[in-house]
């Protein structure tokens, strides 16, 4: 019988997004069935977490949830370090969340105490210099359940995963959000939203959408296979990226009417060039949906 890869999750200061987010995965059981999992904080597993910090098991896969702070403790034991003794067992490690990744919104508690595992924002840690080598990246608030199996079932087969600067799979970070937006055909003629939650119109001008500037395959891989912020008529919020999150998140500075900044990869001179010409024309056909739809709100 294969030898099933030993899993191990284990959480710092977390909300537990990530974790009930995998849980929604349609195929979870069937996942977890190429793992020996041999803890999770919120499942019943054969080991507890006392057993976990005496027993020092042996362990494939290390999934870290959460932001991490050096003197946090959990019935007396030294968190931190706890996570330090399994991720130089492990063979891999997997920074599930923005928390453990960057730091994220804990980290806005108390900035110079809070960070992610590896990375402090889009700075690097001395940590990282030690576990580089093993280190995969999830960023998100939460991730995508299909994100992390994707994940999984590569290191299961031994696949090797291609990363970027960060850390994270270029399969599902190679893109921005905007990458499949439903409405990029507004975006590229400067035709913006009269609201939240409407079907038409663009959010970035406006309403202060991340989509052109953060990485993650939200609208190429869809929530319940169905939806995501933008379809659903809510501004991205960047939450895969090392900033979030931001201040004045759903507001779009504008210098003399122009973004102060431009869509991942794009010079200004080339957006000046095009957005000046998008708007020479006059759109009937997307403008009437705008009115119609802004008609149906006030009514």
Known sequence: MKKLPKLLWLQSISCNGNAHSFFNHPEFFLIMSYFELIYHPLLDTKYNFTDIAEKKLDCDILILEGSFKKDLTKYGINIYNLIQDYANRARWIITVGTCATFGGVFK??????????????????LEYQKYAHKLISISGCPIHPKWLSYVLLMLSKNKKIPIDEFHRPQELYGITVHTGCSRSEYFEWKIDTKGWGLKEGCLFYENGC???????????????????????????????????PKSFL???????????????????RAYLTATGIAKSFTIKRLEQKIIDYDSQKNN
């Open 108 to 125: 806005e508690n108390e900035p110079e105490n809070i960070s992610g595992f590896c990375f402090n924002k889009d700075e690097k840690k």
């Open 210 to 244: 991340q989509a052109p500037f953060t990485r993650g395959s939200c609208n190429r891989i869809l929530w319940n296979d169905i939806s995501s912020k933008t379809i659903a008529g809510t501004p991205c919020f960047g939450c895969t990226e090392p900033e979030f």
């Open 250 to 268: 759903f507001q779009t500075k504008t210098n003399m009417g122009i973004p102060a900044k431009m869509p991942l990869g794009i010079p200004m």
